[in-house]
């Protein structure tokens, strides 16, 4: 879950400061949801995205609707990131 914080940290902390969240209770409910394969999930989409020079605004746009769906306890939502 550590790095998954880092991860949020870096690409979605300014949204998730305006709602009061921090990276490390998104990561929680984010693996409460999902499960723990999340973690490698979201680590695999973002070293993808680099790799492929995929724009920060899409990385951003699929953490938050997974971030989202985790937050609303979606536990039937298939995460974005669940291909990688």
């Known amino acids: 879950m ?4 880092e991860i949020l940290d870096q690409y979605v902390s300014d949204i998730l400061e305006k709602k009061y969240y921090s990276s490390n209770f998104v990561s929680y409910k984010l693996h409460v949801a999902f499960g ?8 695999r989409f973002v ?3 680099k790799e492929n020079d995929i ?3 899409d990385i951003r ?4 609707h997974d971030i989202n769906g985790a ?10 990131v669940s291909t990688f």
């Open 2 to 5: 550590k790095k998954t914080k």
């Open 71 to 80: 937050l609303h306890n979606d536990y039937d939502m298939i995460p974005r």
């Open 55 to 57: 724009d920060r605004h």
């Open 61 to 64: 746009a699929t953490l938050i």
């Open 47 to 49: 070293k993808f995205c």
């Open 36 to 43: 723990g394969t999340i973690h490698g999930q979201i680590e």
